[in-house]
């Protein structure tokens, strides 16, 4: 949970996480209404997850960071994000990179899986001398571009071949 301290409409201090909140004030960390009202009595803000805008795109070279808080007309608190450029090489920049890449060889994983059970048909009806329902080309090179999907350059931007 993310807090706020905010004074006449003033932002004294933003992002405030329930953790350092409990710290600080020698809150017990009990349930989450317990931990609101005592950031209230505070004078700290919950702030949700909620946002006017949709955050902007996070990309290779850009992470998604909070940016600062965003009143509403009816006089609401809101999230907004910003995007925050990554040095090359840098070690935030190669640790976002390498948990991107797991992402996408997760997804390949689970296409993989998706797909074998059409190969293991097309080898059931060669073998019983039946028609083929797919195109066993058309097969394995959807097997080989799913294979290939690393070489492409960007784990964010990834196009996925179609069978």
């Excluded at 989450?32 to 902007?56: K, M």
């Amino acid at each position: 949970m993310l807090f706020a301290k905010i004074e006449n409409d003033e932002i004294i201090e933003w992002p405030i996480n329930s953790a350092k909140l409990c710290r600080d004030h020698s809150i017990s960390a009990g349930d989450n209404d317990s931990l609101l009202q005592a950031a209230a009595e505070l004078g700290y803000v919950y702030i949700s997850s909620d946002t006017l805008t949709p955050p902007p795109k996070q990309d290779m070279n850009n992470r998604l960071a909070l940016g600062p808080l965003e009143k509403s007309p009816e006089g609401k608190w809101y999230r907004t994000y910003v995007l925050e450029e990554l040095t090359i090489g840098s070690p935030s920049y190669l640790d976002r990179l390498n948990f991107q890449w797991g992402i996408i060889r997760a997804e390949r994983e689970k296409r993989f899986k998706e797909y074998e059970w059409r190969v293991f048909r097309n080898l059931r009806e060669k073998t019983l001398g039946l028609q083929e329902t797919d195109n066993i080309t058309e097969l394995e090179e959807y097997r080989k571009n799913l294979s290939n999907i690393t070489d492409q350059e960007d784990p964010f931007n990834i196009k996925w071949p179609i069978l």
